[in-house]
């Protein structure tokens, strides 16, 4: 998921770092991450506005591992890695796919595998049209920041190239509008990460259905900071710890995504 501004936040808050891996010595203390929360079923906000999903269960469960307290700051996606450079979060846990632009300026703890996906309204007489390797001219959604804006701009290119119509981009900062336009009709469908689309199309049963199979599959990763590489060590650590206990596999199996488990963590795919 998800491509993000490379500036970084002007603003720093104090955050306490992991013992004897980080900026700090602290011992206990709490772990923050940066999170948008509105990528169902990965990291959305509960009736209460906190945020829940999968992935937050596995920030807990690798902040329990390492004698740590998980924090959440919810945030708006194109913020977290800048608030990570920036020390305003130890990590960003937003299911960021990791990629050489990205790992310019932080180092990605990989967790996940997921691919991009497509869906349309059921019924939509324009979703015969619809084809993820030949969408020229139609209206597609997007939440701004992913990867998925740079897969409908390459998509975009090729329909020039071809002489055909251009994709239009619907782009919203919240994903669940991005899915709103595809079940309003106002966009032809919505793409995002394979789980996101997945789970959308479960939530909107009998009203949006999954267009082809999942492509591009790539990585998610952990951000932190590259000057902080003890804290990457010590999460990868955790993770392997959550894979050994069988936490992890409980995890992505009461969410339904399973599918996209990985058997090693790397750091930055290595």
Not at 66 to 79: E, M, Q, R, Y
Not at 112 to 133: C, E, F, H, M, R
Request: charged share 20%; proline share 3%.
């Amino acid at each position: 998921m998800k491509l993000t501004r490379l500036a970084v936040v002007a603003s720093l808050v104090a955050v306490f770092a992991l013992a004897g891996c980080s900026k700090s010595d602290n011992a206990g203390g709490t772990i923050t991450y940066g999170v948008d929360a509105t990528y169902a079923p990965n990291e959305f906000k509960d009736d209460k506005g906190h945020p829940v999903g999968w992935e937050v269960e596995l920030g807990n469960a690798i902040a329990e591992k390492l004698g740590k307290t998980a924090v959440f700051k919810i945030a708006v996606f194109d913020a977290i890695i800048p608030g990570v450079t920036g020390g305003k979060y130890d990590a960003g846990l937003s299911s960021f796919t990791d990629n050489a632009e990205r790992e310019k300026v932080v180092d990605f703890v990989n967790y996940y595998q997921a691919g991009i996906q497509w869906a349309t309204k059921i019924g939509n007489k324009s979703a015969l049209a619809v084809d993820p390797n030949n969408a020229c001219g139609l209206t597609i959604a997007v939440q701004n920041g992913t990867y998925e804006v740079d897969d409908l701009k390459a998509k975009s290119k090729a329909c020039a190239d071809a002489g055909k119509a251009p994709i239009q981009q619907l782009g919203f900062d919240d994903q669940s509008m991005a899915t709103q336009a595809a079940v309003s009709g106002r966009a032809a469908a919505v793409t995002a990460d394979s789980p996101i689309v997945q789970y959308a199309v479960k939530q909107n049963s009998g009203t949006l259905e999954l267009i082809g199979t999942p492509y591009e599959s790539a990585p998610y990763g952990i951000a932190v900071a590259k000057d902080n590489s003890d804290l990457a060590k010590s999460i990868q650590k955790a993770l392997q710890d959550l894979q050994a206990d069988g936490t992890y596999a409980s995890i992505l199996d009461k969410w339904g995504v399973t599918a996209g488990a990985v058997n090693s963590v790397t750091i930055n795919g290595k």
